[in-house]
């Protein structure tokens, strides 16, 4: 009888993760090695910093996940390991130890799109709920898209940045304004302080045809992002950006900056879901921790007839849960690979 427990394997950016989920829902472990305080010096993620702490790492997290779950390896049905899209040197470390374990114990091996786990994660606190199809919107560092989600691992792009991942904008903006990386948590935390309606700055809606018709869907932060530097410097492009303590009104320009960029995921997210006829949002990536968009998201999804859905705050960072989750339903499907399967940074 399938116990229908995977392991999954995570290693596509800075966290080194495993975790055993059985049925796709049913969380037995979780272990994540964090790499945030080595890259924080840089201000970003490094790649080479990155892959070196995944080979010191993984063999410790796959070992403790097991540990954790109370179980052996020959007790797995599966192992579940990201092969797409990440930083390529950090991938092929999460890979060849995932091979490793499916060969030592003659596993079948998953190879599951780190996207299409990050939309899973939203929907596992439900495992009963009929979710599908919906909007997802992935929201984090690397990623600011709509989809349209038609199942497990089913995923179809309507839209997308032009320029920054909400993100990569949080993190430039925090360090304009002297937070510490990463940005989002940093902006959140100073946002406490500050009143969100104090300065009206920019928000992108993407402009209809020149013949007229539907606007069309996406998003855009680089002008936001210019917009608070030269809130911060004034008009002089060439001005050096002041201390942070000589920054006027910081939590309010940390307020004001959140604001706009949560009210373009949420307008952006309701007009997808309109559109397309779906009374379903499903949020995911590191951004859904996010308390205002939370609030804000559910409170205008409410008043249009509509539902939004987030993972737990554990499960929106990279993770290796929404991996093994993924695993499974891609596993009953038949989605396997050989040991000859090869990552993608893309």
Known sequence: ??????????????????????????????????????????????????????????????AQAIDEAGITPNELDAVAVTTRPGLIGSLLVGLSAAKAVALRHDLPLVPVHHIEAHVWAATMEQPHAQLFPAIALVVSGGHTDLYRATGPGE????????????????????????????????????????????????????????????????????????????????????AATPAPE?????????????????????????????????????????????????EKLHAAAAEKGLSAHFPAPAFCTDNAVMIAGLGYPLLERGATAGLGVDASPR
């Open 1 to 62: 009888m399938s116990s229908g427990l995977v392991l999954g394997i995570e290693s596509s950016c800075d966290e080194t993760a495993a975790a055993v989920v059985a049925h796709g829902h049913d969380v037995r472990s979780s272990v994540v090695h964090s790499q945030i305080a080595m890259h924080a010096a840089f201000g970003g993620v490094v790649p080479e910093l990155a892959g070196r702490s995944h080979v010191r790492e993984t063999h410790r997290v796959i």
């Open 246 to 294: 000589d920054i006027p009104r910081r939590p309010d320009v940390a307020a004001s900056f959140q604001e706009a960029v949560v009210d373009a995921l949420v307008v952006q997210a309701i007009a997808a879901a309109e559109e397309a006829g779906l009374e379903r949002i499903l949020v995911a990536g590191g951004v859904a921790c996010n308390t205002r968009l939370r």
């Open 155 to 238: 995923l179809e792009r309507i839209a997308t940045t032009l320029d920054d991942a909400a993100g990569e904008a949080f993190d430039k903006v925090a360090w304009m304004l002297g937070l510490a990386y990463p940005g989002g948590p940093s902006i959140a935390r100073e946002a406490e302080e500050g009143d969100p309606a104090a300065f009206r700055f920019p928000r992108y809606r993407p402009k209809p045809p020149a013949g007229g018709g539907t606007r069309p869907l996406g998003f855009s932060f680089s002008g936001l992002k210019t917009a608070i530097l030269y809130h911060i410097r004034g008009q002089d492009a060439l």
